[in-house]
Structure formats: C-alpha cells, structure tokens
C-alpha cells in the first residue's frame, strides 16, 4: 500500500509516495535525482549507498521508507559544496584517495560520522569505525591518510 512520507534531505523536506518497505536509497536517487549514494549491493554489505539519519551513518539499501519518515538525511551532496567542501572532502581530494570514486559516498559518509563522536581517532578507532566498507580500487592507505588529514583539520 502506498503511503506519503516527508523526507528531510540535505535540509530540505520532501514528500515521497511509496511502499513503507522500499529503500530509501531508491527514493534518494529515483525520486529526489541525488546521484550519490550509490547502489551497491542491495544487502548493507558494501557501504556505497551510505548517509546520515540523524547523524548517523546508515546503509540506505536497508533503510525502509517508513523508518526514514520525518527523519533528517544527508547526503555526501549536503556534507559538502564545491565550493565550501567538508574537511574529508577536501582530504580525498588533496590525499588523492579516490580511483574510480564508487564507493568514495561510503566512505566519506562513515567517516563523516565516525569523525563527529570522535575528532582524534586512533588507527585501529579508524579502521574498525570503516570497517565492511569496500573498496575494489585498493585505496585503503590513501583513504587512512585523508581520514587522519581530515581529523586533524576538524581539531584546528
């Protein structure tokens, strides 16, 4: 049965028509035209389709549509402009930490929220707060260094 849900993305409110069961991520991109996330695998394993909800680092795929009503979203679109880029942006840009860039929406998004409970984590905090991301292109050093680089940008 199809429901209306009011979606605050990127500060912005949106009424959607859906099932209460369809992913989010299928809203963000189909209904809102937001090209990041990504779809990965559908199953919350890879972490491409990664936002916040509520601040919180949440896989899309897996999110229902009724567990996203009224609640605040954003994307890596509202973490950052070309213009005013979030530290971890800017990071990634200068570390030179993204290849083919699919899964760069995960791992920004994560690190975004691991980074807003924790300014100055350790190696391990890092990757144990990443951890079941994927990232086929093997940057995982370069992404470590724009995390650290980032974290420390925050602290200044």
Not at 37 to 45: D, I, M, S, Y
Not at 111 to 134: F, H, T, V, Y
Request: glycine fraction near 8%; include cysteine.
């Amino acid at each position: 049965m199809v429901e209306t849900f009011t979606l605050h993305v990127n500060g912005t409110p949106h009424q959607i028509e859906a099932e209460p069961d369809m992913p989010l991520l299928y809203a963000l991109r189909d209904n809102l035209g937001l090209n990041n996330p990504k779809f990965g695998c559908g199953l919350a394993q890879c972490g491409a389709c990664t936002v916040h909800v509520n601040g919180e680092a949440a896989r899309s795929c897996a999110t229902a549509m009724a567990l996203a009503d009224g609640q605040q979203i954003t994307t890596l679109n509202g973490l950052g402009t070309p213009a005013k880029m979030h530290p971890l942006q800017k990071a990634y840009v200068e570390e030179q930490a993204v290849q083919c860039g699919y899964c760069v929406n995960g791992w920004i998004m994560t690190a975004a929220a691991l980074l807003a409970k924790n300014s100055n984590p350790s190696d391990a905090e890092i990757r144990e707060g990443l951890a079941g991301l994927k990232c086929r292109c093997g940057a995982h050093v370069a992404i470590m260094r724009a995390i650290k680089r980032a974290a420390k940008e925050m602290r200044a």
